[in-house]
């Protein structure tokens, strides 16, 4: 059995987390398709991710413009959404929850301190995409509340086990899934050599680099369409050399 320091703060941040599902304020939400490639420091997450601000103020950022969230705030951001986190100045608390490896990852920290675990993937995947596509921010408060409070009642347990080079390989795929070759990319993010690397990623995935690409860019292509976005733009956004590659791949 493993002993661990007791940490009076991480309680008051549970805490906080319990109540704020009673008194959330801005539910906002970004969706792939206004938020293209910037480069610098932006990244983009491969499924929907919960960012919420618990304390002090939680600073994200995207091509066009700053979002800086107070206590209770929120922002959903779809998969595909290009942003860039700030870091947390003292006295802000912040809380996010994404998936990955089957299982959804939850964090909760401070400037200095930072409490890591998992939860199953469902139903919070399949919740947190239903309110990403609610227009209504009223509908949005509602479901994101009784989301919170169903999670607050969920056992956790750590993090997915899985190679430590993953993480970068995944994040470097889908941040330059618009680029020729993303895999290269994620081989020279992983450290490995190439063969170890995609040795690496099909034991973790359960499928090999160039088919997640194919995946991956097939879907975001498919929902950029869906949301209106120009089949020239989705061509450039997801990789295809023009819109005729785009329309070919989708057929």
């Known amino acids: 059995m493993e002993t661990v ?19 959330l304020g801005r539910v906002h939400r970004w969706l792939a398709a206004g938020h ?11 499924s929907v991710t919960l960012v919420l601000c618990l304390a002090g103020a939680v600073r994200l950022s995207h091509p066009v ?18 942003h860039h986190h700030g870091g947390l100045r003292r006295g802000t608390v912040a809380f996010g929850q994404g998936f990955m490896l089957g299982r959804s990852d939850w964090l ?13 993937a469902e139903p919070s995947r399949q919740l ?25 009642a969920e056992p956790s347990s750590p993090p997915a086990s899985a190679h430590p080079a993953y993480p970068a390989m995944e994040l470097a795929l889908w941040d330059n899934l618009h680029h020729p070759d993303p895999v290269a990319a994620m081989v020279r993010a992983s450290g490995l050599s190439r063969a170890q690397a995609y040795r690496v990623f099909a034991a973790c995935a359960g499928i090999a680099p160039a088919a997640w690409v194919r995946r991956e860019r097939h879907a975001l292509a498919r929902r950029l369409l869906g949301e209106g976005m120009a089949a020239a733009a989705v061509a450039e956004r997801c990789g295809f050399s023009d819109r005729r590659a785009l329309r070919r791949a989708l057929n």
């Open 5 to 23: 320091a007791f940490r009076p703060e991480i309680v008051r941040w549970w805490l906080s987390l319990e109540a704020t599902a009673g008194r």
């Open 36 to 46: 293209g490639p910037g480069g610098g420091r932006l990244h983009q997450h491969h």
């Open 65 to 82: 413009g700053i979002l800086d969230l107070a206590p209770g705030d929120s922002v959903l951001l779809e998969a595909g959404a290009w």
């Open 108 to 120: 909760l920290q401070s400037s200095d301190l930072a409490l890591s675990s998992s939860v199953a």
């Open 128 to 152: 947190l995409e239903e309110l990403l596509a609610q227009p209504s921010e009223t509908g949005r408060r509602i479901g994101l509340a009784a989301h919170l409070r169903g999670f607050c």
